[in-house]
Nanobody, 124 residues
Framework: QVQLVESGGGLVQAGGSLRLSCAAS????????MGWFRQAPGKEREFVAA????????YYADSVKGRFIISRDNAKNTVYLQMNSLKPEDTAVYYC?????????????????WGQGTQVTVSS
């Protein structure tokens, strides 16, 4: 059974940084694109960032471009999201997921069920 476990969230002041991790288990994801998503209260889940299976290509939502960096370690079956220059509007529950095709991540239609996510709260 595939499990995606997010961690690293917390409370941070505006302008601060956090690094999220997503540990995948139940299968090897080295041939899958991986992505990060977020959902703020009262809003739909949205795409944040994606990375190709090799790590050679990355994609970002306009709202985080230049501030967030997605990376992966296939040996550890783990994907990361380095979040810098955080803003209050980044406050949300952050989720990771995987898909065979990166475009399905960008349109928030990944291949697996959602995990619990990790809460990120940015104070002003």
């Amino acid at each position: 059974q595939v499990q995606l476990v997010e961690s690293g969230g917390g409370l941070v002041q505006a302008g601060g940084s956090l690094r999220l991790s997503c540990a995948a288990s139940g299968r090897t994801f080295s041939s899958y694109a991986m992505g990060w998503f977020r959902q703020a209260p009262g809003k739909e889940r949205e795409f944040v960032a994606a990375i190709s299976w090799s790590g050679g290509s990355t994609y970002y939502a306009d709202s985080v471009k230049g501030r967030f960096i997605i990376s992966r370690d296939n040996a550890k079956n783990t994907v990361y999201l380095q979040m810098n220059s955080l803003k209050p509007e980044d406050t949300a529950v952050y989720y990771c997921n995987a898909a065979l095709h990166v475009h399905t991540i960008v349109v928030v239609q990944p291949d697996y069920s959602w995990g619990q996510g990790t809460q990120v709260t940015v104070s002003s």
